[in-house]
């Protein structure tokens, strides 16, 4: 069974930081891309970075600048890291992966995904 976990969200003020992680067990993500979608209320969920097996990112439009995904191959894990934040990138997060690389935006072409962790931004 897969697992990805996404802890380190929670409620934070308009310009700050926060570093979100997808733990992964049953699976070896140094092989995989790894997305990151959010969904915010009432809205559909959207792609907001990828990262392929060998590190290179795309990051969506409003985010670019702001948002990182390093990979740490030895723990499994690949992180999102948010800065700058804004209101409007208050939403649940989700990190999902598959081994076809960055290839695709729609959240039907990932396999495996997180429960997701709720980012907030306060103004």
């Known amino acids: 069974q897969v697992l990805l976990v996404e802890p380190g969200g929670g409620l934070v003020q308009a310009g700050g930081s926060l570093r979100l992680s997808c733990a992964a067990s049953?699976?070896?993500?140094?092989?995989?891309?790894v997305a990151w979608f959010r969904q915010a209320s009432g809205k559909e969920r959207e792609l907001v970075s990828c990262?392929?097996?060998?590190?290179?990112?795309y990051y969506a439009g409003p985010v670019k600048g702001r948002f990182t995904t390093p990979r740490d191959n030895a723990k499994n894990t690949v992180y999102l890291q948010i800065n700058s934040l804004k209101p409007e990138d208050t939403a649940v997060y989700y990190c999902?992966?598959?081994?076809?690389?960055?290839?695709?935006?729609?959240?039907?072409?990932?396999?495996?995904w997180g429960q997701g962790t709720q980012v907030t931004v306060s103004s």
């Open positions: 999902t992966s598959q081994d076809r690389g960055c290839y695709s935006s729609d959240p039907k072409n990932y396999e495996y």
């Open positions: 049953g699976r070896t993500l140094s092989g995989d891309a």
């Open positions: 990262v392929d097996w060998n590190s290179r990112a």
